[in-house]
């Protein structure tokens, strides 16, 4: 188990193997995803959407280093100041639980891709 992937997207949970699943919101999940950093996991991927669109997902998946290290400042800073950019773009407009089935999937397929770009065939399948 090289990664761990931090989740609440339900196609993730049973796609996938060692995932961490989040019953909860997406902002849940950000404090999840810190609570693991400030604990010495790495970010992989960043835990924020590349899109401000995506933001408003209900659901999405972070990918760290499943192995502990002494903490990483760097990347206690990208979580802080993600969970920050969130709660105050959220403060404008909630989540868009209307189209929570096609988040899911984009979802999905943007942790695939992740998987191919760090070269590791994560999925349980």
């Given at each position: 188990?090289?990664?761990l992937i931090v989740t609440n997207n339900p196609l993730v949970k049973e796609?996938?193997?060692d995932i961490y699943f989040v019953e909860g919101t997406s902002?849940?999940?950000?404090?999840?995803?810190?609570d693991l950093v400030h604990a010495g996991h790495e970010l992989v991927t960043h835990p924020l959407g590349a899109s401000l669109r995506m933001m408003f997902?209900?659901?999405?998946s972070v990918v760290l280093r499943s192995e502990k290290k002494d903490l990483n400042y760097f990347h206690t800073e990208i979580i802080e100041?993600?969970?920050?950019?969130y709660k105050l773009n959220?403060?404008?407009?909630?989540?868009?639980?209307?189209?929570?089935?096609?988040?899911a999937m984009i979802?999905?397929?943007?942790?695939r891709s992740a998987f191919v770009e760090i070269g590791n065939n994560q999925m349980s399948f």
């Open positions: 188990m090289e990664y796609g996938f193997d902002r849940e999940l950000l404090e999840k995803v810190r997902s209900p659901c999405f100041s993600s969970l920050e950019k959220m403060e404008v407009r909630g989540e868009d639980t209307k189209n929570s089935r096609d988040y979802d999905y397929s943007l942790l």
